[in-house]
């Protein structure tokens, strides 16, 4: 005779909700996310996505790959003058040639890809755009991690077609898609927030990282909540105002 224990019983799935996000400055992002309600508040936090939406990739459409930083800015005689090159413009071609179109800023080399190439690039931004976009809010589709991944995806693919000897390591289209971009003093940069920076706000509460989600919304996985995230120690303004209504019902609903 054998004896065999039971199957142990399946685990309970997750509790999700969802949040949607405004930045301190009360501007809605179009981000809704899905989470787990039963996760620590900095496991949320760090697993907000927030796509900034950069015209390089436009930039790159319409006036080619980036000029070497000591180039940038000048008119053609001081680029003579100087007997400055640009070695890398000249392997970055486009495929199936270039077509000049000059960047008035001066930031770009002005070899823009033909009408087909450049197509194909707007199209793969808009398909890209259209993952985070607004609408997935109103149609109750959370973004979620992979989903960004895959846009950045798209656009890498479009890259390589338009440009296969790649691009400059310069150009901040491959430095963003190689995590190495540097933002520091410019404004793009204000629109960062560290991970360990970032705080989350909902009904004039700061969300503690000490603590799980649930202790703030309960355990209900149809629970949705618009948020604020920023960076600073201060609590949004419009949170402050707001501190009697901070159990308002409206602030938090069934999706």
């Not at 390089?56 to 319409?62: K, S």
């Not at 600073?232 to 159990?247: D, K, N």
Request: a negative charge; hydrophobic letters at 35%; proline letters at 9%.
């Amino acid at each position: 005779m054998s004896w065999s224990l039971p199957a142990a019983p399946p685990p309970p799935p997750e509790r999700r909700g969802s949040m949607q996000l405004s930045s301190a400055g009360d501007v809605p992002w179009p981000c809704r996310l899905a989470v787990v309600v039963a996760e620590s508040c900095p496991t949320v936090c760090d697993s907000v996505v927030c796509p900034w939406d950069s015209p390089e990739m436009e930039e790159l459409a319409e006036h080619g790959v980036f000029l070497p930083p000591n180039m940038q800015g000048l008119t053609d005689e001081q680029i003579e003058e100087l007997k400055l090159k640009d070695e890398w413009g000249e392997k970055c071609i486009p495929s199936g040639g270039s077509v000049f179109k000059k960047d008035d800023v001066g930031r770009r080399n002005g070899q823009a890809p033909n009408e087909k190439m450049k197509q194909v690039i707007k199209k793969t931004i808009e398909e890209a755009k259209a993952i985070i976009s607004k609408k997935q809010v109103e149609a109750n589709v959370c973004v979620t991690m992979e989903m960004v991944n895959d846009a950045l995806d798209q656009l890498r693919g479009a890259v390589m077609i338009v440009y296969p000897m790649g691009l400059p390591p310069y150009d901040p289209i491959r430095m963003e898609f190689e995590n190495k971009e540097d933002l520091s003093g410019t404004q793009a940069g204000l629109n960062v927030i560290k991970e360990s920076e970032a705080q989350l706000w909902w009904a004039a509460k700061e969300l503690r990282r000490t603590k799980k989600l649930s202790d703030y919304v309960g355990k209900n996985e149809k629970t949705k909540i618009i948020v604020k995230i920023q960076q600073t120690c201060r609590p949004p303004a419009c949170t402050v105002t707001a501190q009697s209504m901070s159990e308002a019902p409206l602030t938090i609903h069934s999706a």
